[in-house]
């Protein structure tokens, strides 16, 4: 392991902003701050959003910077990666924002039902491979684990350059009749990345020079707390073209 990566990891154990819990703190039992993340943590009543995959946490620290009255927690296993959002957010004094390492699968072990009011997933691993579709965080096993924090009216915000991702949480929202608030292929060429959209990522500007568009997606789960695994017709379509162009 690099030198960097080992003066990051000890630079996160002194972030008061940085929350890492253990493996044995969170499989299969609730930690500490279930539930307690207003009173203990922030220690306001505010709303709390949640950025899934948060990487460097550039989004958690904007949005924080914007919208002072809401709680942000950057989710994300890489702690060297998290360290950049964590100094940052230290730096400028921002109490509203917080950082926690670790898997997103056990997200429902750190939050009680409805104590989370928003989630946030921007230029997620795409998962392209069908075989690997479970692990898209879009997909109707994450759906199922974000029904089980998710306030009833909360929202869920995908923000990212690949148009299969895209058009795979766009058939899981069909799929489940969910609550769509708005669906986009290209926000910037519709000129609809004003306000939070217009908030951009590292990746995001590399995505932006290469001329891809970037999509989002709002939506809702409705109420809906059961979702089944199910092939969608567009990984058939992706790796029969990978066939073909492989020949």
């Known amino acids: 392991m690099g030198k960097d990566k080992l003066k990051r990891f000890a630079e996160n154990l002194t972030f008061g902003c940085m929350v890492q819990p253990e493996f044995d703190e969170v499989f299969r039992r609730d930690h500490p701050l279930k539930g307690r993340w207003r009173a203990d943590f922030f220690r306001n009543d505010n709303p709390i959003v949640l950025e899934l995959g948060c990487g460097k946490g550039e989004y958690a620290v904007a949005l924080a910077e914007r919208n002072p009255d809401c709680n942000y927690i950057g989710v994300d296993i890489k702690g060297a990666r998290m360290w950049r959002g964590a100094k940052t957010a230290t730096e400028r004094g921002l109490h509203n924002v917080g950082f926690l390492r670790t898997r997103i699968e ?26 690997r579709a479970k692990k898209r965080l879009t997909s109707p096993l994450f759906l199922e684990r974000y029904a089980r924090v998710l306030a009833a009216d909360g929202f869920i915000n995908l923000k990212t350059d690949s148009q299969h991702l895209f058009d795979y949480t766009s058939a899981v929202v069909e799929r489940f009749g969910l609550p769509c608030a708005m ?16 908030v951009r990522t590292a990746y995001e500007e590399t995505y932006l020079r290469r001329g891809l568009p970037i999509t989002y997606i709002r939506f809702s789960l409705g109420g809906c ?8 017709e567009g990984d058939d379509i992706l790796e029969k073209d990978a066939e073909e162009a492989r020949r």
């Open 106 to 131: 056990f997200i429902d072990s750190l939050f009680a039902p409805g104590e989370v009011s928003e989630i946030w997933i921007t230029f997620p691993d795409p998962q392209l491979k069908s075989r």
């Open 183 to 198: 669906a986009n292929r290209d926000i910037y060429g519709t000129g609809c990345a004003d306000g939070i959209l217009s």
């Open 225 to 232: 707390a059961e979702f089944p695994m199910f092939e969608w």
